[in-house]
T-cell receptor, first 111, second 116 residues
C-alpha cells in the first residue's frame, strides 16, 4: 500500500519558474526522501530529511518537513527542461529500513 | 562506480509462462530490494535481503513469486506462472546495510514486463 500521496498529481510550468510539490503521509516516520524518475529510467535519490529536521537544501532543491501535519514539500527553483520527470516521496519508520513510496507528481517543464 | 545492473530491460511473455529477472547490486551493498511499480504508481516493496537472508518478504505473492540471493550478492526474482496483472516494471535497489548507514537506496533501470 502507498504511504504517501503527492499533490498535485501533475504540474506543468514554464522553464525558469519554481515548482512546488507536496507529500502527505499517514504514520509517524523516521526519514522522508524525495526521488526523481525520468521517463524510462530508474529512480534517483534527490534528498533525505530526518524527522527532527524542518528544512533542507541541496542545490536548487529545498525540502521542508512538518511532522505535526505529516507533510513535506519539495521546491525546485529556476526549473530546467531536464527537471521534467516524476517525483516521489518515500518514508521509512523507526527501526525499519523499508521505504514506502507515494503516488508521485508528474512535472513537465515547458521550454 | 558501477550502478545497480538489471537484466533484461524488457520482457514480453504470454500468461502462464515463467519469467525471471536478474539484479547485480552496487559492490559492497549488503541490502538488496525488489520492487514492483505499476503504471502511474510509486514502487511497492516485494522483498528485502540483508546479505543472503530475506528479512522482509511480507509483500511477495508467494504462490507464484520466488526470489533468491544465494551468495549474498546478485539476486533473481522469478514469477511462475505469470498472470496478466503482473505486467509492471520490476525494480531492484541496493543500499549499505546497518542502522545509521542512511536510508538512501540506489535503483537499477528496471525490467519492464508485459504479460499478454
Amino acid at each position: 500500500s502507498q504511504q504517501g500521496e503527492e499533490d498535485p498529481q501533475a504540474l506543468s510550468i514554464q522553464e525558469g519558474e519554481n515548482a512546488t510539490m507536496n507529500c502527505s503521509y499517514k504514520t509517524s516516520i523516521n526519514n522522508l526522501q524525495w526521488y526523481r524518475q525520468n521517463s524510462g529510467r530508474g529512480l534517483v535519490h534527490l534528498i533525505l530529511i530526518r524527522s527532527n529536521e524542518r528544512e533542507k537544501h541541496s542545490g536548487r532543491l529545498r525540502v521542508t518537513l512538518d511532522t505535526s501535519k505529516k507533510s513535506s514539500s519539495l521546491l525546485i527553483t529556476a526549473s530546467r527542461a531536464a527537471d521534467t520527470a516524476s517525483y516521489f516521496c518515500a518514508t521509512d519508520r523507526f527501526g525499519n529500513e523499508k521505504l514506502t513510496f507515494g503516488t508521485g507528481t508528474r512535472l513537465t517543464i515547458i521550454p | 562506480e558501477a550502478g545497480v545492473v538489471q537484466s533484461p530491460r524488457y520482457k514480453i511473455i504470454e500468461k502462464k509462462q515463467p519469467v525471471a529477472f536478474w539484479c547485480n547490486p552496487i559492490s559492497g551493498h549488503n541490502t538488496l530490494y525488489w520492487y514492483r511499480q505499476n503504471l502511474g504508481q510509486g514502487p511497492e516493496l516485494l522483498i528485502r535481503y540483508e546479505n543472503e537472508e530475506a528479512v522482509d518478504d511480507s509483500q511477495l505473492p508467494k504462490d507464484r513469486f520466488s526470489a533468491e540471493r544465494l551468495k549474498g550478492v546478485d539476486s533473481t526474482l522469478k514469477i511462475q506462472p505469470a498472470e496478466l496483472g503482473d505486467s509492471a516494471v520490476y525494480l531492484c535497489a541496493s543500499s549499505p546495510s546497518g542502522w545509521g548507514a542512511g536510508h538512501e537506496q540506489y535503483f537499477g533501470p528496471g525490467t519492464r514486463l508485459t504479460v499478454t
